[in-house]
């Protein structure tokens, strides 16, 4: 079993930064793919970001590429998620997931309890 911790959510007004970071823990696994997803009241989950450690390859969403970057520490098991340029519909729960293999859009295996990110306007 894997367990992902999240953290790095809060507050921000609109153009600042955040860094979003998640660790995994609780299994050892090799070649692991991790991804960001984040969530909006009322709305489906949608797809952010994820990477694949084994070939250092990353995927983005198209409304966040340029301004999001994914990035892994793959010897302390966790996964960054970098944000710039932030805009107030950015504002989501935001969750770490974690899979061995497949696509690298989903489904995930794994999650996290999600971090809360707001921009102000």
């Known amino acids: 079993q894997v367990q992902l911790v999240e953290s790095g959510g809060g507050l921000v007004q609109a153009g600042g930064s955040l860094r979003l970071s998640c660790a995994a823990s609780?299994?050892?696994?090799?070649?692991?793919?991790m991804g960001w997803f984040r969530q909006v009241p009322g709305l489906e989950r949608e797809f952010v970001a994820a990477i694949r450690w084994s070939a250092d390859s990353a995927v983005y969403a198209s409304s966040v590429k340029g301004r999001f970057t994914i990035s892994g520490d793959n010897a302390k098991n966790t996964v960054f998620l970098q944000m710039n340029s932030l805009k107030p519909e950015d504002t989501a729960v935001y969750y770490c997931?974690?899979?061995?293999?497949?696509?690298?859009?989903?489904?995930?295996?794994?999650w996290g309890q999600g971090t809360q990110v707001t921009v102000s306007s």
């Open positions: 997931a974690a899979k061995t293999g497949g696509a690298l859009t989903g489904p995930y295996d794994y």
């Open positions: 609780g299994h050892t696994f090799s070649g692991p793919i």
